[in-house]
């Protein structure tokens, strides 16, 4: 058994039978924070979303192994107990369910023990706190209403309650407002320890400004194009993906 | 006997039924309908006073001329031509613990019911502990003057004139073919009165009189609150009241006094063989208010609209119902309100879900007489559906007769979200519990009107119904 978090191996992923991912392999280990980068239709978010087990993708041919499982057919709830979590760029509205309520329901449901109400309620509180969330948030109903900052802010607050050993986050849109971008940093900080591992989907720089990168990864047409570390990530920041992908869109 | 057996169609019934008096036997070989031999017999068994009798006998002679009704869910399942099979004079007629349906009582396990509770609940016990809540709920608030009994103690009480001016003249024999049924075969109930100006603090709850013999089947429930008084009523319980004779025709009547408001909540989960074919109605007087809160779980078929009629000037009504369908059922609910007085207003909003190729329609009636000027209706509903086989249907009918009305009508039907079903995946729930979250939130603006108790209750209900497998 290797030491990886994560193994992704030959992984051909499609949707409404069309093929997105083409043959992407990636190893992440505990302790790094992998940036992966593209444009828009490369395959980003189908990967992520292939590794969290989004039902609309279907896995054509390759493997999922996390903690050194297979985990390629497993159901979304089964992978999040097992400890990954993504972060959704658009996160559904689920009309009268509080966060808290949802939250703890949640917690539950990974950890196999349902808090009490108020110990877990001050767990979410000093959370929210963290984030510069208001209290009042807990007896919203999650996601309803919400601006996109505040969508953002709630889906970093699940990432501390539920700490998993996978944190994905994708944070495709350049459209994130001061706020969101502050609520990612700020909780990347926070969750962020030698046993966890993040991947996270952004061209964002200030989101990742004084952030110790491991590895970067460029996909372009449903394959890893390109490998590297923080220099890569600069350079596509900086250049774009002209370079990389010999200035054609080859899509 | 032995020929009479022959003629019994629903075999599970106990003999007893029929062990009314030997010597009507012949009657009742001869016609299996109602006859008025039957109900003098109920009649005289409850030692009914001589105006009920004729009450009784003058509705049987209605019930006979009157149409089943055919513009709702089939009823067919009903053997309308052996009707006296549902006619139970006597406690007598339990069935065997053995013989309720398994789900019934996996369905008490899930939700708790201590098992005295649950032989009760299943028709087939005797009265349980409760009782004794009841008594001492009874002396708190006989204390203010209120009266909280069964009726048929009511019949003989201290405000038997009440009963006799009230008892069936908000819903009448008249009204419908099971209307009438009702006032000729009916059993059990409560009775509430509650004098002018009294507030009573704590909701009255018809659980605890749940044992009547007769109740859960014909029973009659006959509120009356006075000028400026205040009373909360919950009628019924989340566990599934089983009966082994599936008609119900139960009538809840409430007179709402001028200034008085009423909130009336029920849950109820019918066994899924029950035909529930329960008619309730308010009359409200000027600056009246009346609130239902009402959930409709269980049954094979129902046709339930709890009827408002806001008789005095600026009288109100609200109503907030949930309707949940699985395999099998078909559930036809909504809400029906009159606009007589001037400046009234009506507000209809309900809720209602369907799964597992359940059907759950929505029925609502709004009339605005010619008089009713600057009076205010709004309806909302809102349906989900969890699969392809589940249907929803939404019938509003409006009948406005003036001109100085504001009234509006909104309709949504949609299936549950297969993203969001990801999305609280993601976050470990299973997909039944993710559904079962979503519909719980769905369900919510309903739970929130109701006491905590209850609302957990529903929560565990909707849960339970949730994970019902097919078949």
């Known amino acids: 058994m290797s030491d990886a978090l994560l193994e992704v191996k030959g992984l051909k992923v499609s949707a409404e039978d069309k093929q997105i991912l083409k043959g992407v392999d990636l190893t992440v280990k505990p302790g790094e924070l992998h940036v992966i980068l593209g444009q828009n239709g490369a395959g980003k978010s189908t990967l992520v979303s292939a590794i969290m087990g989004d039902p609309s993708y279907e896995v054509d041919d390759g493997q999922i192994i996390f903690d050194g499982e297979d985990i390629t057919d497993e159901k979304p709830d089964i992978r999040a107990r097992k400890g990954i979590f993504m972060s959704f760029q658009n996160p559904e509205e689920i009309p009268g369910v509080t966060v808290e309520n949802f939250l703890r329901t949640a917690k539950g449901a990974i950890t196999g023990v349902k808090d009490r109400v108020i110990p877990f309620r001050k767990e979410l509180l000093s959370k929210m706190a963290a984030l510069d969330m208001d209290a009042s948030y807990a007896e919203r109903y999650l996601n309803v209403g919400f601006s996109g900052g505040e969508k953002k802010k709630t889906e970093i607050l699940q990432l501390l309650v539920l700490n998993p050993k996978l944190a994905i986050l994708d944070e495709t849109d350049s459209g994130l407002d001061v706020d969101a971008v502050r609520a990612v940093t700020k909780g990347i900080a926070e969750f962020r320890n030698k046993d966890n591992a993040i991947i996270i989907i952004t061209h964002n720089a200030k989101i990742l400004e004084g952030l110790e990168i491991t590895a970067s990864h460029v996909i372009s047409d449903g394959r890893v194009i390109k490998n590297g570390g923080s220099e890569l990530v600069k350079e596509v920041i900086t250049n774009g993906f002209g370079s990389l992908i010999g200035g054609a869109d080859n899509a | ?471």
């Open chain 2, 1 to 471: 006997m032995p020929d009479f057996e022959e003629k019994t169609q629903v075999e599970e019934i106990d003999r007893s039924l029929y062990d009314f008096k030997d010597k009507v036997d012949a009657d009742l070989i001869l016609d299996s309908g109602l006859t008025r031999k039957i109900v003098e017999t109920i009649s005289e068994e409850k030692n009914d006073p001589e105006w009920m009798r004729q009450f009784r006998l003058k509705s049987l002679e209605y019930y006979n001329s009157l149409e089943i009704p055919n513009w709702g869910p089939p009823i067919d399942g009903l053997d309308m031509d052996n009707i006296v099979t549902y006619v139970r004079p006597k406690g007598a007629m339990h069935a065997k613990w053995e013989e309720v349906p398994e789900d019934i009582k996996n369905t008490f396990e899930r939700l708790g019911i201590p098992q005295a509770e649950r032989a009760s609940l299943a028709g087939v016990g005797a009265q349980y502990d409760s009782e004794i809540v009841y008594h001492n709920v009874k002396k708190e608030v006989a204390a203010q003057g209120v009266i909280y009994t069964d009726i048929e103690s009511a019949l003989r009480g201290p405000k038997a004139d009440l009963v006799e001016k009230y008892f069936m003249k908000a819903v009448p024999p008249t009204d419908h073919k099971f209307a009438a049924l009702h006032g000729a075969v009916w059993s059990g109930g409560s009775f509430v009165y509650v004098p002018e100006g009294v507030s009573v603090e704590i909701p009255l709850q018809s659980y605890f009189r749940l044992n009547a013999p007769g109740a859960g089947q014909f029973e009659h429930t006959l509120i009356i609150v006075e000028k400026g008084a205040y009373l909360h009523f919950i009628e019924g319980c989340s566990a599934p009241k089983y009966n082994i004779a599936n008609l119900h025709a139960g009538c809840v009547e409430i007179f709402v006094g001028e200034d008085a408001r009423v909130r009336y909540s029920t849950i109820e989960n019918w066994s899924k063989n029950m035909y529930n074919l329960n008619t309730k109605r308010a009359i409200v007087e000027k600056g009246g208010a009346i609130e239902w809160v009402s959930g409709s779980f269980g049954s094979h078929t129902s046709y339930l609209y709890p009827m408002s009629v806001l008789k005095g000037d600026d009288s109100r009504m609200e109503y907030t119902g949930i309707t949940f369908a699985g395999n099998g059922q078909n559930l036809d609910t909504g809400a029906k309100v009159v606009h007589i007085g001037k400046n009234t207003s009506s507000h209809i909003s309900t809720k209602s879900i369907s799964r597992d190729g359940g059907i759950s329609n929505f029925r609502s009636e709004v009339i605005i007489n010619k008089n009713a000027v600057d009076s205010k209706s709004a309806v909302t509903c809102e349906s989900l559906m969890l699969d392809d086989q589940s249907r929803s249907d939404t019938i509003p009918v409006s009948d406005i007769r003036n001109s100085r009305v504001d009234i509006g009508h909104e309709a949504r039907i949609g299936r549950i979200s297969e993203e969001a079903i990801f999305y609280l995946m993601s976050r470990g729930l299973s997909e039944d519990d993710a559904k079962a979250l979503i519909v719980g939130g769905f369900a919510e603006p309903i739970a929130k009107e109701l006491p905590v108790e209850y609302a957990v209750e529903m929560n565990n209900l909707i849960n339970l119904e949730m994970k019902g497998s097919i078949g």
